[in-house]
């Protein structure tokens, strides 16, 4: 019983370790506002191009003076507030998010490897 109790564990943590499906992010759903996903990727595309920007580094891979492609992962609304998580594949895959207020103006945006 011990044995078929350590090798259950080390599958486990061999799964974990290994990225498995439970630590990664959703996959894509249906964009039902690209005038907001198009915002954004202005938004990213300026981030790409400022060398000053703190999350330029991790846009180095991304093509010059273009909006990169994003895919929506998620999006929830909170009252007048609307929040999208999209991935962004510019040499490693990253994910933006991103919070849209009443003016509809990008009030918050970050980005992080995935």
């Known amino acids: 019983m011990a044995r078929l109790f350590i090798s ?10 290994s990225g498995c499906a439970l630590a990664q992010a ?20 300026a981030m790409a191009a400022d060398p000053a920007a703190e999350e330029a580094p991790l846009l180095r891979a991304c093509p010059a003076k273009a ?5 929506l992962l998620q999006r929830t609304v909170d009252g007048e507030e609307r929040s999208y998580l999209y991935r962004v594949r510019c040499g490693k895959a990253l994910l933006v998010s991103a919070t849209i207020g009443k003016n509809r103006a990008i ?8």
Do not use: S
């Not at 959703?26 to 595309?45: H, K, L, N, S, Y």
């Not at 009030?107 to 995935?114: A, F, G, I, S, V």
């Open 8 to 17: 259950l564990l080390t599958v486990v943590l061999a799964a974990l370790a």
């Open 26 to 45: 959703p996959g894509p759903i249906e964009d039902v506002e690209p005038e907001v996903t198009r915002q954004v990727a202005a938004a990213v595309a």
């Open 67 to 71: 909006a990169p492609p994003l895919e």
């Open 107 to 114: 009030k918050h945006l970050r980005l992080e490897t995935e």
